[in-house]
């Protein structure tokens, strides 16, 4: 990240007022439901802070899935086990506070979510994430996702955890 250090840990019991992305939804989510998911063991969430600083800069989810075999571009797919459907991790939410933006935390909180899954030791195929709007399925691609082979509203994107943990290696 430009400008500063960074680090990561999960949400615990922080105070969560003060951030602020900007996207009502992730907003509202980050205040007001988090912590109940969490409860309920639906996700796990983890928070960035910037240089010594306490407060929270930027968060993402994490929460397992799979991704179904057909929805696999056919030169992957060809690759695997015949299996309905193969491991993953969804990254559900990823956001950076308004105070924060420019500096490299998103990509810098993509990869900490990678390492965080491949040092979990928890076998996993890929990383997923369903993207909202144009501007978030551009970061993704930039990173490495590719979409997957599926219909709806949303633009789901993967990356193989394979693929990550050798970009990885040459940071």
């Known amino acids: 990240m ?19 992305c900007g996207v009502e939804a992730l907003d509202r989510y980050f205040h007001r439901q988090v ?8 996700t796990a ?58 500096q490299g935390l998103g990509s810098v909180m993509l990869v900490d979510a990678a ?6 030791g928890i076998a996993a195929f890929a990383l997923i994430v369903d993207a909202k709007d144009e501007d978030v399925v551009a970061f ?5 996702f590719s979409h997957l082979d599926v219909e709806g509203p949303r633009q789901t ?3 193989p955890l394979k693929g990550i943990a050798a970009r990885l290696k040459q940071t």
């Not at 390492?115 to 979990?120: A, C, L, P």
């Not at 993704?140 to 490495?144: F, M, S």
Request: charged letters at 25%.
């Open 45 to 102: 969430c983890y928070v960035a802070f910037c240089d010594d600083s306490e407060r929270i800069c930027g968060f993402y989810t994490l929460s397992a899935c799979h991704i179904a075999l057909p929805d696999l571009p056919s030169e992957i797919r060809t690759k695997l086990p015949p299996c309905p459907a193969v491991p993953a991790v969804r990254i559900g939410r990823l956001a950076v506070d308004q105070d924060f933006r420019g």
């Open 35 to 42: 912590s109940q998911d969490i409860r309920r063991r639906l």
């Open 2 to 20: 430009t400008g500063g250090s960074f680090r990561s840990q999960p949400l615990g019991d922080r105070a969560r007022g003060q951030f602020c």
């Open 115 to 120: 390492r965080r899954v491949i040092d979990s």
């Open 140 to 144: 993704y691609e930039h990173h490495g």
């Open 157 to 159: 994107l993967f990356a």
